[in-house]
């Protein structure tokens, strides 16, 4: 096994994953930005986080600004839902914490089968990920950025 | 060293670039469209690098660049139910007129050639 295969333990379970986090959030009582959004506004693009999380997890590549893509439309989605800052980086532990549990769940317990390694290749990863996404939700909320305008409406 | 004020107008108009192509796509207008999304996201990528290796902010943030585009983020841009379906159509269109999804189009070294709507490349 190596990070491909925990790419695919991850795949596999993505949209049972997103279910559990959407519960965790709204369970979450210092998260109160998510009281005005539907369940499609919660899930929002975090499906598609996981993928390219598991693209990358998949490939081997490092992160770098063309492999992170999904992870900044998420913060600026966030952004422009104005979501508060403290919840994004609530919503996004939750989210690590979920992950990683769920790898150490599913693995087989079979240390010859899957090497220590490689397992704390893949939790870098997800966590190097994760927090790109946060450092990338900061600049783009203390910056004096503005909301940009509905693109429809210009 | 870029100034803050040229950064922001270079956001400023890669927005402007974004929102005119993402609009194309939303009409159903894809001829070409893909050569342009390639330079957009070179501009995307320099923006990005710039502010990551530099003391410049984010005083405009720029439109993210997806290659794997949601519900709702697009909704969340103000498009509405038949203009998700067209930017979606203009994935679909890629794959068949390129032979390859939207992301290894923009990514691939090699040129990109035009393609009609709903036509391959050099198809007639």
């Known amino acids: 096994m190596a990070q491909a295969d925990i790419a695919r333990l991850i795949e596999t379970h993505r949209d049972e994953l997103v279910q559990i986090w959407v519960q965790a959030v709204r369970a979450d009582q210092s998260i109160q930005s998510d009281g005005d959004l539907s369940e499609g506004g919660l899930v929002d693009h975090v499906p598609v986080l996981l993928d390219e999380i598991c693209e990358v997890l998949d490939t081997g590549q490092k992160l770098t600004l063309h492999n992170m893509h999904e992870a900044r439309v998420h913060a600026y989605t966030r952004f422009c839902q104005g979501y508060r800052a403290r919840d994004l980086v609530r919503e996004i532990t939750l989210l690590r914490l979920l992950l990683i549990d769920h790898v150490n769940r599913t693995l087989p317990d079979a240390p010859h089968l899957f090497p220590r390694q490689d397992y704390f290749a893949a939790m870098h990863t997800i966590n190097l990920y994760l927090d790109e996404e946060l450092r990338y939700a900061v600049s783009i909320y203390t910056e004096g950025a503005t909301v940009p305008q509905p693109i429809a409406f210009v | ?124």
């Open chain 2, 1 to 124: 060293m870029i100034s803050q004020e040229d950064f922001d107008k270079f956001v400023e108009s890669y927005n402007t670039d974004y929102q005119y192509l993402l609009s194309r796509a939303a009409s159903g207008s894809y001829d070409c469209l893909i050569s342009s999304f390639r330079v957009l996201k070179d501009l995307y990528d320099v923006i990005i690098k710039l502010h990551d290796t530099s003391h410049l902010n984010f005083r405009f943030v720029p439109y993210p660049l997806t290659f794997r585009a949601s519900d709702a983020f697009l909704v969340g841009l103000g498009f509405n139910e038949q203009q998700v379906a067209n930017i979606y159509g203009f994935l679909e269109h890629v794959k068949r007129t390129q032979g390859r999804e939207f992301e290894d189009c923009l990514e691939a070294p090699d040129p990109v050639n035009c393609a009609v709507a709903g036509f391959p490349h050099g198809s007639s």
